[in-house]
């Protein structure tokens, strides 16, 4: 699973407003973003929420904030530059916690996403895919992919790892839809659904305590109960950062994905006939379809002393924006970083799992699981093309992730 935005920072001026992406702006950075983005490889920004702090956009810079202890994940949420609803929690969650802290976190859940444990998911992957396209197959075009296979999907899987019982799925996609907004509900609503999934999940706890299965969650209640080697808030807020992670984002590079692929019918038709390329073209998308389309889509930090990077030096205490799609696009990393190539070499270089000890421990599944999607859905329609022109695409707005609203496809 791609790593998550921590916060909301363009690099365009404070207070223009973003209105709704469309058509290749809607799965990609628009031309204008990418501009400003390059004018340095650090900057200092005032962002739309009116935070100021250091924009990092070149690849080298963004790595060595994402690896350089002096770069602190807990130093930004000790002084509040977290905007996200989790930071309001007592505990911090792994993705707050530095050094060791972090690391006995890690620990914990690593070996569930191990590469042998995520290649033994691709059968059952498959199976869940093949189950969600059937019914589109059998109803004829046109269909929606977001709501028919891109958002179920991974969905599905994370509930199955976990041991989530799957007629929950739709209670926790409304809750997930009000946790990773920034405004599209009411300031408050998405508190309360962070609540009611850190509720849910520490009745799912207890429910397991009841009857154990084979799921990662009963893993973490043993290390709880047996190993002591967390304590019950950490495991409750483990699950849910789990659940959470597992789900919006790889959906939003599955829609935005497919988007890319049928914006661009010479990359599609090179996919057709080398099927061999997925994987490649699974690296390209993640490259070049980021989880915000119009936000930096990176991770937030804070600086424990000076540092000088980029040719600047950035004071202590300074919160810094390392923007993962910035890298991605750094023309000196990638050659025509515009230039979508499902067949570019290098492309698997992107940072959009993150860099460093906080890399997302769940890329491995994320990647299966595009993999098979693509893979899948191509073979299922070979006369795939999109049901509306490609400038009604429109991605959401107000939320953390910009996955697309829709995806009308015909064949």
Excluded at 4 to 13: D, K, R
Excluded at 42 to 71: H, I, N
Excluded at 342 to 354: N, S
């Amino acid at each position: 699973m791609p790593t998550i935005p921590s916060n909301a920072a363009t690099g365009m001026p404070s207070g223009c407003p973003l209105a709704t992406a469309r058509g290749r702006d809607a799965y990609t950075v628009p031309a204008p973003v990418l501009e400003a983005w390059r004018q340095a490889p650090v900057r200092e920004v005032t962002t739309e929420s009116g935070q100021k702090g250091w924009l990092v956009t070149g690849m080298a810079e963004v790595r060595t904030v994402l690896s350089d202890p002096r770069f602190s994940r807990a130093e930004a949420r000790r002084i509040g530059a977290v905007v996200v609803p989790s930071a309001v929690l007592a505990k911090p969650g792994i993705n707050d916690l530095d050094g060791p802290e972090h690391a006995r976190m890690r620990r914990l859940v690593a070996g569930a996403f191990s590469a042998r444990r995520i290649r033994a998911l691709r059968p059952r992957i498959q199976q869940i895919t093949d189950e969600l396209i059937a019914p589109l197959v059998a109803a004829g075009p046109p269909a929606d992919l977001v709501a028919g296979l891109c958002r179920p999907l991974p969905l599905t899987v994370i509930f199955e790892i976990l041991g989530v019982p799957q007629e929950d799925r739709e209670l926790f996609s409304g809750w997930a839809d009000r946790v990773m907004a920034t405004t599209a509900y009411p300031p408050g609503e998405s508190l309360k659904a962070l609540e009611a999934v850190i509720a849910y999940m520490g009745d799912l706890v207890e429910a397991k305590r009841r009857t154990p299965d084979d799921s990662l969650l009963q893993e973490l209640i043993t290390a709880r109960d047996e190993e002591d080697r967390l304590s019950e808030e950490e495991l409750v807020h483990l699950g849910s950062g789990l659940l959470m992670a597992g789900n919006e984002s790889t959906a939003t590079e599955l829609g935005k994905g497919f988007a890319a692929l049928l914006d661009n019918p010479d990359q599609l038709a090179a996919l057709r006939a080398d099927p061999s390329l997925v994987p490649a073209a699974v690296e390209e998308v993640l490259r070049y379809a980021p989880l915000s389309a119009r936000e930096n889509g990176g991770q937030v930090r804070a600086t424990t002393c000076d540092v000088e990077l980029g040719g600047v030096v950035i004071p202590a205490q300074s919160v810094v924006f390392a923007s993962l799609p910035g890298a991605n696009f750094d023309p000196a990393a990638f050659p025509e970083p515009e230039r979508f190539d499902v067949a570019r070499e290098g492309a698997e270089g992107h940072l959009t799992f993150g860099y460093g000890a906080h890399r997302c421990l769940g890329a491995q599944l994320a990647r299966m699981e595009l993999e098979v999607a693509f893979g899948s859905v191509l073979a299922a329609f070979p006369g795939l093309r999109l049901a509306v022109p490609a400038d009604e695409l429109v991605n959401a707005q107000g939320r953390l992730i910009s996955g697309m609203e829709a995806l009308p496809v015909t064949w």
